[in-house]
């Protein structure tokens, strides 16, 4: 028998927003910085690492907040350690491998349809139907979201399929997974978002090392054979602290108010974010960005203007 989520706030929630757009913002910098990050280190070294930096970090966090130490006694570990290695362990790994065979353009334009993965799965796990106000919002979050990631002109031009497509499908899914039964599982016991986040990136880490260890000893992963740069260090620091630990806390608690497919529809921002930073870094933006981002945009208020009415 499947645990009902929790009541679920209306969509007009607007700290739980701002939450996952913050999300969405630091987010928007991890596909071009991971892709960056692969070209000189191991995938599977870059996830272990990265999601280890969260740890001390999130562990923190979640002291602080819930005013106890996050590991304790009686915690559900039967939920903890398949929701670490698979929602968030699996997930990297099939990211970051992803963007190795494959190209950020491609897996921007695959990321627009998360709302819909999200949908579908929240269906299938949940029986939750789609509120009146969500398939429209969702079409323009998508359209957008395509518009965002091929409206380049040069960038229309990807490398092709390599095998990194299924692999950025499998992480969608098991994120959309990991998002469903993180509230599901883990906050029906009394957990809070921080110590949520924690305990699963803790659970996500160890899989992640042991992972690498393997290869290593098998041959298909390596550690670094050149000596680590500062300006490597400090894309390897953000991909840890930000994307990993600040990004996943804003994320769990936005999804504990706003449910699944309503965040997943405000995240379709991060192409959004993504075109900005560039375009403040000084890379050149085309209309057909632009206009996808104001698309988007308009599928976030269209939700946000819902009626107060369930």
Request: charged fraction near 10%; aromatic fraction near 10%; include cysteine.
């Amino acid at each position: 028998m499947t645990t009902a989520l929790p009541a679920t706030p209306r969509p007009r929630n607007l700290k739980a927003s701002f939450g996952v757009l913050g999300a969405a913002f630091i987010w928007g910098s991890m596909v071009p910085l991971t892709s960056l990050a692969v070209t000189t280190l191991d995938p599977y070294y870059l996830s272990a690492i990265r999601y280890s930096l969260a740890v001390p970090a999130l562990g923190a966090i979640a002291w602080i907040a819930a005013g106890r130490f996050p590991l304790r006694r009686h915690l559900p570990w039967r939920r903890i350690v398949p929701l670490g290695t698979i929602g968030m362990g699996l997930f990297v790994l099939c990211f970051t491998l992803g963007l190795k065979y494959s190209d950020p353009i491609t897996v921007a334009a695959m990321f627009s349809g998360a709302p819909i993965v999200s949908a579908v799965m929240m269906r299938v796990l949940e029986g939750e139907r789609l509120a009146p106000r969500l398939p429209f919002a969702i079409l323009l979050a998508v359209g957008g979201g395509l518009l965002v990631a091929v409206g380049k002109p040069e960038s229309l031009a990807s490398q092709g399929f390599r095998g990194g497509e299924i692999l950025v499908l499998t992480a969608m899914l098991v994120w959309a997974w990991y998002s469903v039964k993180s509230q599901v599982w883990l906050a029906v016991h009394g957990l809070t978002q921080p110590e949520i986040s924690f305990l699963t990136i803790l659970a996500a880490a160890v899989f992640l090392w042991l992972a690498f260890l393997v290869g290593w000893a098998t041959g298909f992963a390596h550690a670094p054979t050149h000596a680590v740069s500062p300006l490597e260090w400090l894309n390897i620091v953000w991909l840890g602290l930000a994307c990993t630990g600040s990004a996943v806390l804003l994320w769990n608690y936005g999804v504990s108010r706003l449910g699944v497919t309503v965040a997943a529809l405000q995240l379709n921002l991060e192409p959004v974010f993504a075109v900005l930073i560039g375009m403040a870094l000084g890379a050149a933006a085309g209309w057909l960005q632009l206009v996808g981002g104001v698309v988007v945009l308009a599928g976030v208020v269209w939700v946000q203007m819902a009626p107060k009415k369930a």
